[in-house]
């Protein structure tokens, strides 16, 4: 277990390193891209995956928004596999991550569009976050490298954006109850309190706050890496993780 954990943050902080560059550039083409209609970013329809096979041992997966991808080494343990949501960041990124940082798991990246709104209404729906995981499993299942594992941890990660899935998945208590561990680079925000822009609100840190707490008592992983990038109109995520650190004595 503290060798998964290990492994775990290292993703986080490999991710943390790669997502500073290589993803600028994605960023780049999505803020020339018309968002999405918000309909069509909920969970896709489990009807119609399309699965692609790419060079044996590796295995990819496509779905609606989603990408699923098992790395070279992935193979069930005692009957079960772990599985790792990436939010916001190319596909590729995260497979080339989870290759270098050899993570035993199944890895899920969506990209919904440009600002975490787009990610933020895609899993309001409470059921959202459950169905997602269920389509990942019924096309982990389909690869036929799972020999009738059953899911076993989950993970959710997310770069600068995509915290606003990640926002709206801990709303919910059973989703919180379902994840062991959140790694979250560039991430969260939260917004200011009057019109100094002296103070964070601490309102929408709350369900992060509850996490942390998680953490600190061994139930839950939680690693969260942050840039020094000005913000105007709301927090960096230098002020939010800062007033986090504050409010749980770190």
Do not use: C
């Amino acid at each position: 277990m503290g060798a998964a954990r290990n492994r775990l943050a290292s993703l986080a902080l490999a991710s943390a390193v790669v997502l500073a560059a290589a993803p600028l550039a994605a960023t780049g083409d999505l803020s020339v891209t018309e968002p999405e209609p918000i309909l069509e970013l909920d969970v896709p329809d489990v009807s119609t995956p399309h699965l692609t096979r790419s060079a044996p041992p590796a295995f990819r997966a496509h779905f609606g928004k989603a990408d699923l991808y098992l790395p070279t080494f992935f193979h069930p343990v005692d009957g079960k596999y772990d599985l790792i949501i990436h939010f916001h960041g190319m596909s590729s990124v995260q497979e080339s991550n989870i290759e270098k940082a050899h993570l035993n798991a199944a890895i899920v990246s969506l990209t919904l569009g440009f600002g975490s709104g787009p990610y933020e209404d895609a899993y309001r729906d409470p059921v959202a976050f459950a169905r997602l995981i269920a389509v990942s499993q019924w096309a982990v299942g389909r690869s036929g490298r799972a020999d009738g594992a059953k899911l076993g941890r989950v993970a959710l990660s997310s770069w600068s954006a995509g915290y606003g899935a990640v926002a709206s998945i801990l709303r919910q208590p059973a989703n919180v109850n379902r994840l062991d561990a959140l790694l979250m680079a560039e991430g969260p925000h939260s917004n200011y309190l009057g019109k100094d822009h002296q103070r964070v609100d601490d309102a929408p840190l709350a369900k992060y706050l509850r996490f942390v707490k998680a953490a600190q008592s061994g139930d839950k992983l939680f690693v969260m890496t942050h840039s020094a990038i000005h913000t105007d109109d709301y927090p960096s995520t230098t002020e939010t993780i800062g007033e986090l650190l504050r409010e749980t004595s770190v």
